[in-house]
T-cell receptor
């Protein structure tokens, strides 16, 4: 029931941009795209969310395609501390089940 | 401000014993979620509360698992007659709606080991 597809792992060089893709081809009009990450042995941490416009905050940028069937999370200057599992989630705005899926393990290398 | 707290942080128990895991959500957050994460796996949704009510309990793995929330605040997840396969990290999250958007904030988790 995750409704999203992500690559299991990705590598990124320290200081470079990390671009993490997510497919959500069955997304419906009232579902948002959320990104969380989980650093080893910690609880997941909220990163960013969006509906149809691109979003940017102090942590990352979120690019959502015009048809909303896919999105990309961008960490502009990855550091070693960004090594984590990144989860892409789609859901409606109201309280409900929240499926995390398997996520993408991002390895930032020196 | 204070985040979501969980206790105990670690729990070792013997097979067949009952355990209670506690979650203190962020003050004012109306929704509370419980997840389970086995070693090297993703998060498995267990149950969520809206206020003191749990609209959907279908994520609970068996009838040995139960949860309650009182006063719209603290929640307790109880596992009866624990089994070795119950060993996992149990994560709690709380959230509230702002402008129609919900963001979940997670606690550090309780690491449960059933021997």
């Amino acid at each position: 029931d995750a409704k999203t597809t992500q690559p299991p792992s990705m590598d990124c060089a320290e200081g470079r941009a990390a671009n993490l893709p997510c497919n959500h081809s069955t997304i419906s009009g009232n579902e948002y795209v959320y990104w969380y990450r989980q650093i080893h042995s910690q609880g997941p941490q909220y990163i960013i969310h969006g509906l149809k416009n691109n979003e940017t905050n102090e942590m990352a940028s979120l690019i959502i395609t015009e048809d909303r069937k896919s999105s990309t999370l961008i960490l502009p200057h990855a550091t070693l501390r960004d090594t984590a599992v990144y989860y892409c989630i789609v859901r409606e705005y109201n309280f409900n089940k929240f499926y995390f899926g398997s996520g993408t393990k991002l390895n930032v290398k020196p | 401000g204070a985040g979501v707290s969980q206790s105990p942080s670690n729990k070792v128990t013997e097979k067949g014993k009952d355990v209670e895991l506690r979650c203190d959500p962020i003050s004012g957050h109306t929704a509370l979620y419980w997840y389970r994460q086995s070693l090297g796996q993703g998060l498995e949704f267990l149950i969520y509360f809206q206020g003191n009510s749990a609209p959907d309990k279908s994520g609970l793995p068996s009838d040995r698992f139960s949860a309650e929330r009182t006063g719209g605040s603290v929640s307790t997840l109880t596992i009866q007659r624990t089994q070795q396969e119950d060993s996992a990290v149990y994560l709690c999250a709380s959230s509230s709606l702002r402008g129609g958007i919900e963001t979940q904030y997670f606690g550090p988790g309780t690491r449960l080991l059933v021997l």
